[in-house]
């Protein structure tokens, strides 16, 4: 699987803190190791996001990604009020 960052997340990745760019790592590590882990809470999102998925990166931030083939693209990143 290879992973990719769109610009938009980079972005907002510069912008939350260090702990939550830590924490995000962590997170991708086990991504990358078993996508379906339920710490992560892998979910289809509805609406504008319908084609994307989301992570748990803590308990109140979320990564967004989509899936195409065998590419992960990670689009956004920020708390769910933020987000949704």
Same mark, same amino acid.
């Given at each position: 699987?290879? #992973?990719?960052?769109? +610009?938009?997340? +980079?972005?907002? /990745?510069?912008? %939350? &803190?260090?702990?939550?760019? =830590?924490?995000? *790592?962590?997170?991708?590590?086990? /991504?990358? =190791? @078993?996508?379906?882990? &339920?710490?992560? @809470? %892998? ?5 504008? *996001?319908? =084609?994307? /998925?989301?992570? @748990? ?6 990564? #967004?990604? +989509?899936?195409?083939?065998?590419? %992960?693209? /990670? #689009?956004? #990143?920020?708390?769910?009020? =933020?987000?949704?």
């Amino acid at each position: 699987m290879k #992973i990719v960052f769109h +610009k938009h997340f +980079k972005k907002r /990745f510069q912008k %939350v &803190p260090k702990k939550i760019q =830590e924490q995000f *790592y962590n997170r991708l590590d086990l /991504f990358m =190791e @078993n996508m379906s882990h &339920p710490v992560l @809470n %892998v979910h289809r999102l509805e609406g504008s *996001y319908s =084609e994307c /998925f989301s992570i @748990n990166i803590t308990a109140d931030y979320r990564a #967004i990604f +989509k899936k195409e083939l065998s590419v %992960v693209t /990670f #689009i956004l #990143i920020g708390t769910h009020s =933020e987000l949704y």
